[in-house]
């Protein structure tokens, strides 16, 4: 059973820099893990939970959503098993939960319900 565990999450200011990581554990050799996609999700309090930034893990394409395109970079480290998002300029829209979720299946990637592993998520907060 594969496990994602965040970490990372803390208090920044407004326009300050943060770095995610998701570490991936629970491997086996039962099945293949090079297709699928990985995700960061963020949920803002009251809000629904937001895909905003993709990487496919058999061509390395990367996808963001336009609320974060330009600031936030999401890479993915094969042999360390961790995946990152790397979030600058951060604004106050920012702040909440962020999860990270993979699925390694041929699925699209778009909707919540293709990924099959969650994380517990880690919190951001931004402060002014």
């Known amino acids: 059973q594969v496990h994602l565990l965040e970490s990372g999450g803390e208090s920044v200011q407004l326009g300050g820099s943060l770095t995610l990581t998701c570490v991936v554990s629970?491997?086996?050799?039962?099945?293949?893990?090079?297709?699928?996609?990985m995700a960061w999700f963020h949920q803002a309090p009251g809000k629904e939970r937001e895909r905003v930034a993709t990487?496919?893990?058999?061509?390395?394409?990367?996808h963001y959503s336009d609320s974060v395109r330009g600031r936030f970079a999401i890479s993915r480290d094969n042999a360390k098993k961790t995946m990152s998002l790397k979030m600058d300029s951060l604004k106050a829209d920012d702040a909440g939960m962020y999860y990270c979720?993979?699925?390694?299946?041929?699925?699209?990637?778009?909707?919540?319900?293709?990924?099959?592993?969650w994380g517990q998520g880690t919190q951001v907060a931004v402060s002014s």
């Open positions: 979720a993979a699925t390694y299946s041929s699925v699209a990637c778009i909707q919540n319900e293709d990924y099959e592993y």
């Open positions: 629970g491997y086996t050799s039962s099945r293949a893990y090079n297709r699928g996609c």
């Open positions: 990487i496919y893990i058999g061509s390395g394409t990367k």
